[in-house]
Each structure stands twice: as structure tokens, then as C-alpha cells.
């Protein structure tokens, strides 16, 4: 061991002596002081900005975490650039020796070969330790710059940053063995690397080889670590990597002091890459993998709700299928096919619930199909006169698959029915007998969030309680099939992630000219009818509410006469007239409510809520005889909401306030209310908008937590689901902009001109002696 040390300190000395150790090591602590100092110079000045024109505390949002949205950057540009200095200091490890004819003093000496190579090796990673130091000083300034700092976030980063060091060093030692020309072993180097970082992305469509080829994969192997997850697979990974090269070069060396037929070395090879890969390999099953989700928020982690239902599955198999369609009407496809199997379906998507349940079965069933009712049927424009198959093989010839790998239509429906899923991309979630479909989203992330599986799984494990939504028609209500300005198709749509139809609840439509209300029957919605409700239609529902059903009732000016009969049961009328903001930014329709207290009653998805845009909004006023418990949700801005008598026209000049026409100017409005009661042993809750535009789907998007928690409350909290979120601390910096001007200053330029000095007078001494 002491032998090893000597060389490594040997090299270490060379190093130090060498101008291109001191250009990399200031090269990489400019491109680390600019990845931190000018974000952290722009956030203070931010913040700075926000405080100064605040009423109240401000902090930066609580989902928001300042060290990883700091560090991320810190961390990301230090390993973007490791490819171009790790072969720069690398390249003369061996070759160096071999050129100067030092090798063969090395080979007559008493070390042994392995410590040779070990102390070389040793000496490099010393070194750069130095940057993993540089690093390390700058994460020691940030932990002064941020209140709360996330600690756990900087020492995984650090781990594996510095693990991806010492991987890069061993593929250099060995490429320096190679080569007695220095610059042919810096390129080899980047070669390597270059090889493994994209090898993950070949031959992932042929099942025999995709495992191997992406294990052997460096791309994003310390991203986990980057954000604040330890994962032993890529530790172990890292490992190996460095144990192959090391031991290559050993093997490369001695190949040169010994006569051995090639077949040996070869074999010598061989064996080591199947020891690595082997432990690395069988290391990287979901089964024998561990997590550490260093952060303090555990960001990284899903929701504890999430991990008591994955543990209630219990020993019992999880079956999920993928069905994937070639032609889906979703650029979402290529997602599910088999080449992006390992980086996006089971990495991105899956991974986080192995974590707690490694035996989760897999299965994949590719297909093709058009049904021309439910789904897009726009392939039969694009090759017109063919049929199902034949457009089938043009798209598979086109994006270079086998056709025969799909299912046909015939045999697909024979084991799925998908037309109601518009055969589209989904999976299939088996437990107990039982099924359940998890959809895809038309959207960037395409895959479902921790909500969209929350609701399934419970599907699943409570069977019994399925709860079923009705939305009133035949007086021209809101339809939940347009998809215009105006519909509410995005309340149910499949393929939008917030449609509370992925979120656990049977959406189904009801008509009470023809219909009875069914006794499955969990919330029924009333959305705005523009028709007078007849009597057998109000006798209906007025029965309904007396036997204590739950109601989610939406109105809109205009239309008052229509509901006010209805909600005089309630003992709540709409105010006659429309509600009125007038700014000189906006139309005066457009009111901006604020949340009450009781907001937070609704389910945890409204907690934090505290402003809701309302456009063409009634007001809410209570009757003296009602026999609920009447509490406002939201209110109209203080002395800036008045209610305008008569028609309003909002592409003229602003609208004055007349009492003599009606106009009504008062403290405030109530815009929405809750109603509740017990009765028959349970609690009854009826949800009052005087609005039906505010989540109609041009807005829905801007108010889905409203919208979302006043469903978990007609549903007793039961769907959507509710989840928990650690919120994070470090939120505040304890910086002034004067302050991060500074730290710019001195580590940008005064520090670095401070190496440059030192290291400009070492190598003069040096020369000189």
C-alpha cells in the first residue's frame, strides 16, 4: 500500500508541475463559479425586487426548491464538460512512461505491476478531487446563501459527480496503455466515452440484447444523484465500469512484459467483462436495488399515500399490460414501442413504484386498429382507398417496424375491448381477478402523475367503492362532449390529465325529461341550463336533494329565473344582475375572487388556493329560512366588485356605477358557497358557482384544483385522491443583490486570477530548477 501511495504522489507532483493540470483546474472553476453566481446574482436581485414591492413576507414558492433549482445547473455543467478535460489529464498517465523509456525502470522495479497501475490510478483521482473540492466551496457559500438548505442534495450530487470522475479516469488509464502517442489516447478516450454514453440507445428494440446494451449505458447514470437520489445500481454500475478499465490496463501491461498466445489476453478480457457485468447485471434487478432520497422534501419519493397502497397489494400480483396502437392518434406512440421500453417506460414512468414493489409483472401487446367513430380517422384521408392493413404496413415500413409484431384488429378485440378508449396507448392494471385501465395523456408528459395512478390503485384495492358522476341534460347544459369554449368535454375527456375521469370517478351524462335518477348515483352536476326546468325535471331533482343527494350546481347572469326556483329549496337565490370588476387591463366581466376560510374544508387539493379567476359571475345571497349550513367560498374583491343592473357591454368604455339603474355597491359578493346538513346518517353537500365559464374548457386548465377539490368533497375525499406533498424550506435567500454581486466578483475573476498567479509562479520555479 505504501508503494502505491509513493507513485500515486509521484504523479501527483508531475501533475502540478504540468500547465495543463493548472489550465483545467481554472478552466472548470470559472465555468463553476458562472453555472452558480450569475443565476444566484439574478434570484437575489428577484428577490430583492418582490420583497421591496410586497405587502407581505415573500418567499419563493414552497414546490420550489432554491438548492436544487441552484445546484442542478452547478452539477449539470460540471459533468457536461468532464468528456473534454478527463482526457487531457489522462493521456500521458502511461504513454508518458513509455515515450521516456521510464516504463522499463517501472518493470525492473519492485512494485508489482498492479500497484503500479493502482498508484497511477490512484494519483489521478486525487486530483481530481480538486474539482470535486471546487464544488464542495461553493456548495459550503451556498449553504450560506440559502435558508433551510437541502444538505442531502449537495452530498449526492457530489457522490456522484465524483463517482463519474473516477469512472472517466479508469476508461483514460486504460486508453493511455494503448497508445504511446498522448493525443491518439485523448482521443481514444473521448471515444470510449462518447460509445458508452450513447450505447444505451442501440439495439433496444431486439429483446435478447436491450437489457445488457442499457445497463452498459453512462448516459444520466449520476442524474438521479444530481437531484437527490442515491440508487446502488448506479453505484455499482460506476464501479464496475472503473474495475473493467483498471483491470484492462493491467492486463494490457502485462500482455507486454509476457509471450502468451493471443487467446489468453483475450481470455484474460473476457473474463473481467463478464465478472463486471455479471455482479452489475444481477445488482440492477428491481428486487435487489436500493433508493436513498437524500432531499429533505424527498422530492425524488412518491407520495405516502402512494406507498400504503402499493404495500396493501400485499405478496398478490401486480399484472400491468401496455397496449400500444401503430396507429394512435397520439405522437405519444413511440413512447410505448419497444426501443423506448427501458428509458421511458420502466426508467421514467415505472421505476418509482418499483422502488416499492420490485415484482410488478410486465407485459407488452402491440397492435393496430381504427375505429373511425371513436377515434381519428384522418389515416384513411392520408392514404385514401386503403384498407386497416395496408395503411398499417406504409406506417410500420415508414417508421422502420415489422408489421408482423402488431396484432390485427380482429385478433386485438378478441382480448381487449378498446373502443372506448379510442384505441388509444394504455395500460392495463390486473390485481385479484380485477382490472383497471391506466390511460396516457395527450401532453408533454404523456405518462400519468402520482394523482391519475393514486386513483386507480384504489379502484382496485376498494372495489365497493366506486362513485359516479351524472351531469344533467336536456335544457341545453353544459355538454361534456363539445370540446368549444363553452363545453366541459374537458371535465371528461380520457386523454387530459386533470379530466375527472382519470381521477377515479365514472363520468356518465343524465337526462331527467326521460330519465329517473339512478340510485348509483354519487354527485349530480347542474351546469347552467338555458331552459326552464319542467316541473316532473325539478320535482326530480328537488327529490333527490330532499333525500340528502350532493349536488354541484354552476349558474351564470342572465339565466337566474332558471335556477332561483330550484335553489329557493336551498334557501340560496342568484342576485339579479351581473357582477362587475371594471380595470384597464381587462373586460369588466372578468372578476377576480378571493378564497375564504372555508375554502380549505373542501379536500386538500384547495389548501394554499387564495385567488380564482370568475368570468360572468351572479352573486349568491342566502334566504332567512334555509335549513343548511351556509359558508362562502369565495368572495369578490373588496371595494372593486359591484353588481351591474340590466345588459353590460364590455367592448365599450368601462361601465359606471349608477345606483339610480339598480347598480349595487357593497363590501363584497358572494360568488360561490358551500351547503351542508346532516341527514339519514350522513352529511350532505351541495357546492353553489355563480359561474359556469370560470371551468368551462377554456379555463378549467387555470382553476383544476378548485374544480377538483369541490369533486373530493361531494365525494367524501375519496376521489381525486388526496396527496400529501412535503413542501420544501430552503425558499428564502439570506443574500442581497449587493451581496451575490460581490461572491460574483470574487469568485469569477478575483480567485481564478488568484490560481493563475500561483500556478503561473510554480511552473517558472520549476522551470528555472
Known amino acids: 500500500m505504501r508503494l502505491i501511495i509513493k507513485i500515486a504522489r509521484n504523479e501527483l507532483r508531475y501533475l502540478f508541475y504540468s500547465p495543463i493540470a493548472w489550465i483545467v483546474l481554472l478552466v472548470f472553476w470559472v465555468m463553476i463559479a458562472v453555472a452558480y453566481f450569475n443565476p444566484l446574482h439574478d434570484m437575489a436581485n428577484f428577490q430583492e425586487i418582490m420583497i421591496k414591492n410586497s405587502n407581505s413576507k415573500w418567499t419563493w414558492p414552497s414546490t420550489k426548491s432554491l438548492t436544487g433549482s441552484l445546484f442542478g445547473g452547478v452539477y449539470t455543467t460540471a459533468v457536461s464538460y468532464l468528456y473534454l478535460f478527463i482526457p487531457l489529464l489522462t493521456m500521458g498517465l502511461v504513454s508518458r512512461e513509455k515515450n521516456t523509456g521510464a516504463i522499463r525502470l517501472l518493470y525492473s522495479s519492485p512494485a508489482r505491476l498492479r500497484q503500479i497501475v493502482l498508484g497511477k490510478y490512484l494519483g489521478i483521482v486525487l486530483y481530481l478531487l480538486l474539482q470535486v473540492v471546487i464544488v464542495g466551496m461553493v456548495m459550503v457559500v451556498g449553504a450560506l446563501n440559502i435558508r433551510d438548505e437541502d444538505y442531502g442534495l449537495f452530498l449526492s450530487g457530489l457522490l456522484g459527480f465524483y463517482l463519474l470522475v473516477c469512472t472517466y479516469s479508469a476508461i483514460g488509464l486504460f486508453m493511455s496503455a494503448i497508445s504511446v502517442h498522448p493525443v491518439i489516447s485523448g482521443i481514444g478516450t473521448f471515444m470510449i466515452i462518447f460509445v458508452l454514453d450513447r450505447i444505451g440507445g442501440l439495439w433496444q428494440q431486439y429483446d435478447f440484447i436491450r437489457d445488457l446494451t442499457w445497463f452498459l449505458s453512462l448516459q444520466n ?27 484492462f490496463t493491467i492486463i494490457k501491461l502485462r500482455a507486454e512484459r509476457e509471450s502468451k498466445p493471443w487467446y489468453i489476453n483475450a481470455g484474460r478480457y473476457i473474463l473481467v467483462m463478464i465478472l463486471a ?77 418499483l422502488r416499492f414493489k420490485p415484482d410488478i409483472k410486465f407485459n407488452y401487446v402491440y397492435f393496430y386498429d381504427i375505429d373511425p367513430q371513436s377515434s381519428d380517422s384522418s389515416w384513411y384521408h392520408i392514404y385514401p382507398g386503403k384498407t386497416v392493413q395496408q395503411i398499417a404496413a406504409k406506417v410500420a415500413e415508414r417508421s422502420e417496424l415489422d408489421l408482423d409484431m402488431f396484432k390485427t384488429p380482429e385478433q386485438i378485440r378478441k382480448l381487449i375491448d378498446l373502443k372506448s378508449e379510442g384505441n388509444r396507448m394504455v395500460m392495463q392494471l390486473k390485481y385479484r381477478g380485477r382490472t383497471e385501465i391506466l390511460r396516457t395523456m395527450d401532453d408533454v408528459e404523456c405518462w400519468p402523475d402520482g394523482s391519475n395512478m393514486a386513483s386507480v390503485l384504489k379502484r382496485l384495492l376498494e372495489p365497493d367503492k366506486i362513485f359516479k358522476v ?124 378571493l378564497t375564504t376560510p372555508y375554502i380549505d374544508t373542501l379536500s386538500f387539493l384547495t389548501q394554499g388556493l387564495r385567488g380564482v379567476g370568475m368570468p360572468f359571475v351572479a352573486g349568491l345571497t342566502q334566504l332567512n329560512d334555509s335549513i343548511y349550513k351556509f359558508r362562502p367560498l369565495l368572495l369578490g374583491l373588496p371595494g372593486k366588485t359591484w353588481l351591474k343592473a340590466g345588459d353590460l357591454v364590455i367592448d365599450s368604455t368601462l361601465p359606471p356605477f349608477n345606483p339610480l339603474a339598480g347598480d349595487i355597491l357593497r363590501d363584497t359578493f358572494i360568488t ?72 460574483r466578483i470574487v469568485f469569477i475573476w478575483v480567485l481564478p486570477g488568484c490560481i493563475l498567479l500561483a500556478g503561473t509562479i510554480l511552473l517558472i520555479r520549476r522551470k528555472r530548477q
Open 470 to 593: 351524472y351531469f344533467l341534460t336536456g335544457d341545453l347544459e353544459r355538454d361534456i362532449h363539445k370540446v368549444g369554449d363553452r363545453g366541459y368535454a374537458a371535465h371528461t375527456a380520457k386523454s387530459i390529465r386533470a379530466s375527472i375521469a382519470n381521477m377515479g370517478l365514472d363520468v356518465d351524462t343524465l337526462n331527467l325529461n326521460v330519465q329517473d335518477v339512478p340510485a348509483d348515483v354519487a354527485t349530480l352536476v347542474l351546469a347552467d341550463p338555458v331552459m326552464n326546468l319542467s316541473a316532473a325535471v325539478q320535482k326530480k331533482i328537488e327529490g333527490y336533494i330532499a333525500a340528502g343527494g350532493n349536488m354541484l350546481i354552476l349558474g351564470k347572469p342572465g339565466k337566474q329565473y332558471v335556477l332561483n326556483p330550484l335553489l329557493r329549496q336551498l334557501g340560496v337565490q342568484l342576485m339579479s344582475g351581473q357582477l362587475v370588476q371594471p380595470t384597464y387591463d381587462e373586460t369588466p366581466e372578468k372578476v377576480v375572487c
Open 277 to 353: 457485468l455479471s455482479v452489475g447485471y444481477i445488482t440492477s434487478r428491481p428486487v435487489l436495488t436500493g433508493y436513498w432520497d437524500t432531499t429533505a422534501a424527498k422530492k425524488n419519493t412518491i407520495s405516502t399515500e402512494l406507498q400504503k397502497m402499493i404495500k396493501a397489494l400485499g405478496d398478490s400480483t401486480l399484472e400491468v399490460t401496455l397496449y400500444v396502437n401503430l396507429l394512435s392518434r397520439t405522437s405519444k406512440m413511440a413512447r410505448g414501442l419497444p426501443e423506448a421500453r427501458n428509458p421511458s417506460y420502466l426508467t421514467s414512468f415505472w421505476e418509482r413504484y
Open 221 to 247: 447514470r449520476n442524474q438521479k444523484m444530481i437531484f437527490g437520489l442515491i440508487v446502488t445500481r448506479d453505484i455499482v454500475y460506476f464501479m464496475a465500469i472503473a474495475f473493467i478499465f483498471v483491470s
Open 672 to 743: 360561490s358557497a358551500q351547503l351542508r346538513r346532516n341527514i339519514r346518517q350522513k352529511e350532505q353537500r351541495i357546492i353553489l358557482f355563480g359561474s359556469a365559464d370560470f371551468i368551462s374548457n377554456l379555463r378549467i386548465a387555470q382553476n383544476r384544483d378548485l374544480i377538483a377539490g369541490a369533486y373530493s368533497h361531494l365525494t367524501y375525499n375519496h376521489f381525486p385522491v388526496q396527496l400529501s406533498i412535503i413542501l420544501s424550506k430552503d425558499i428564502l435567500l439570506t443574500i442581497s443583490e449587493q451581496g451575490a454581486y460581490i461572491e
